[in-house]
């Protein structure tokens, strides 16, 4: 009765409709798991602040631990776990650098999801369009973005923050 052309299209229908059903019950299920992870975050010292052509830049160095381990499940694709310098300037009334970074992939969670990394020289340095770090207060905090097989990216804040002052005058 039916073409071969129609029962193929009815299988094709089919198997599309159980992996999209599949999909969203492992998108779902996701969200089952503790998303909170430990971390920390600490200056250990304010290196080479100097004027650079009218900005400001400094090398800042910093102790950074986390534990990702509770991130993964069989959704994760690979956790991306940055640490940012936030700031006010009369300019600008939010400022948000990223001196380090690391990404942490899901077949390598067993030797780089549990860190705790001590002097760490930032990757990139905490530079201000303009003069305003100097007798200025910073922020430090760790922030992660959890990459799933399927579904939503989610960005978080953790809740380690360390603050610190930057010194009125140059070093370099």
Same mark, same amino acid.
Request: aromatic share 14%; charged share 20%; hydrophobic share 40%.
């Given at each position: 009765? *039916?073409?071969?052309g129609t029962?193929?299209?009815?299988?094709?229908?089919?198997?599309?409709?159980?992996?999209?059903?599949?999909?969203?019950?492992?998108?779902?299920?996701?969200?089952?798991? &503790? /998303?909170?992870?430990?971390?920390?975050?600490?200056?250990? /010292?304010?290196?080479?602040?100097?004027? !650079?052509?009218?900005? !400001?830049?400094?090398?800042?160095?910093?102790?950074?631990?986390? &534990?990702?381990?509770?991130?993964?499940?069989?959704?994760?694709?690979?956790?991306?776990?940055?640490?940012?310098?936030?700031?006010?300037?009369?300019? *600008?009334?939010?400022?948000?650098?990223?001196?380090?970074?690391?990404?942490?992939?899901?077949? !390598?969670?067993?030797?780089?999801?549990?860190?705790?990394?001590?002097?760490?020289?930032g990757e990139?340095?905490?530079? !201000?369009?303009?003069?305003?770090?100097?007798?200025?207060?910073?922020?430090?905090?760790? *922030?992660?973005?959890?990459?799933?097989?399927?579904?939503?990216?989610?960005?978080?804040?953790?809740?380690?923050?360390?603050?610190?002052?930057?010194?009125?005058?140059?070093?370099k």
């Open positions: 009765m *039916h073409t071969w029962r193929a299209n009815a299988v094709v229908y089919f198997a599309i409709t159980v992996l999209m059903v599949a999909l969203g019950c492992n998108v779902l299920s996701g969200y089952l798991f &503790d /998303k909170n992870i430990n971390s920390s975050v600490q200056l250990v /010292k304010i290196e080479n602040f100097r004027k !650079d052509r009218n900005n !400001d830049k400094a090398q800042i160095i910093f102790n950074v631990a986390a &534990d990702l381990t509770p991130l993964f499940n069989w959704n994760t694709r690979e956790v991306f776990i940055y640490v940012v310098a936030e700031y006010e300037t009369k300019s *600008h009334k939010k400022n948000a650098v990223v001196l380090w970074d690391q990404i942490v992939f899901y077949s !390598d969670k067993e030797k780089t999801a549990k860190f705790n990394l001590t002097n760490v020289v990139y340095p905490l530079s !201000d369009v303009g003069t305003g770090l100097a007798n200025n207060k910073v922020k430090l905090s760790v *922030h992660y973005n959890t990459i799933p097989i399927t579904g939503l990216l989610s960005w978080t804040t953790t809740t380690s923050r360390n603050s610190f002052s930057f010194p009125s005058k140059y070093t």
